[in-house]
């Protein structure tokens, strides 16, 4: 089962290049000469996922670049979504986000599942092209996690369905759900505009469409697109 859940509830080197050369000259040029520069940016390993991609899409470059806070808006069919991703807590999170951003994977694609406050939790739950749950992008890549997680209301985090088995769903905290807060094992990438918080609260006032704690939102949210500035 693929599905991701938030918790067990309800819910470069460089190839070397020799040149020939005659004389001890080059030899004393090249003692000389500057070093070959350093890759930029944090390593990141997105790994190739069986279960194929939901939505055709390009992994990321190996190479996260972003630093600091990037200042994003998530567009639904509620309204606009403020939030601010937070590149050096999460760098290889943030990286992909952004590149699954870029190349339109969030368009159009509905946000799968709300959870409500008597689930324990209350969360919407989003970035699965195929709303199933099970959805990715084709790829995987690891947790980002600091011991310091508490899921407090405006925080943007990724959904998982295990260790290291990050792809393209997050869920948007709504109100506070710090019960996850014992097993922190879900990557925080940034934060939600509390104006954004409250369009998504007042959506999920709505309950879910099989009016249980736990479901599809009664609501429908649809991701029209993710864009920065």
């Known amino acids: 089962m693929r599905t991701r859940t938030l918790a067990a509830i309800a819910v470069a080197s ?15 040029r090249d003692a000389g000469a500057d070093p070959a520069p350093q890759a930029q940016g944090v390593a990141c390993e997105y790994v190739e996922d069986p279960m194929g991609a939901a939505k055709p899409v390009e992994p990321p470059s190996d190479r996260a670049t972003e630093t600091g806070t990037v200042a994003t808006t998530i ?4 309204g606009d979504i403020p939030v601010t ?18 190349q339109g994977y969030f368009d159009q694609t509905d946000c ?12 919407l739950q989003c970035g699965d092209p195929s709303a199933s749950g099970s959805g990715g992008p084709g790829y995987s890549f690891a947790d980002e996690l600091h011991g310091d997680e508490s899921y407090q209301t405006g ?25 996850l807060d ?25 309950g879910t469409a099989s009016g249980r704690p736990d ?3 009664k609501v429908p949210v649809s991701i029209t697109g993710v864009t920065t500035s």
């Open 182 to 206: 014992s097993q922190p094992n879900y990557t925080i990438f940034g934060t939600i505009d509390p104006a954004g918080v409250e369009l998504i609260a007042g959506a999920a006032a709505q």
């Open 112 to 123: 799968h599942r709300l959870t409500t406050p008597t689930a324990g939790i209350a969360v």
């Open 14 to 28: 460089l190839p070397l290049l020799a040149a020939c050369g005659d004389d001890g000259d080059e030899v004393a």
């Open 155 to 179: 925080v943007l985090a990724m959904a998982n369905s295990g260790p290291d088995t990050n792809g393209s769903q997050f869920f948007l905290v709504y109100d506070d759900s710090t019960t």
């Open 75 to 78: 567009s639904t069919s509620i």
């Open 215 to 217: 479901g599809a939102p």
């Open 85 to 102: 991703l937070d590149a050096d807590r999460a760098p290889c999170t943030v990286h992909s986000f952004l590149s699954l951003a870029e």
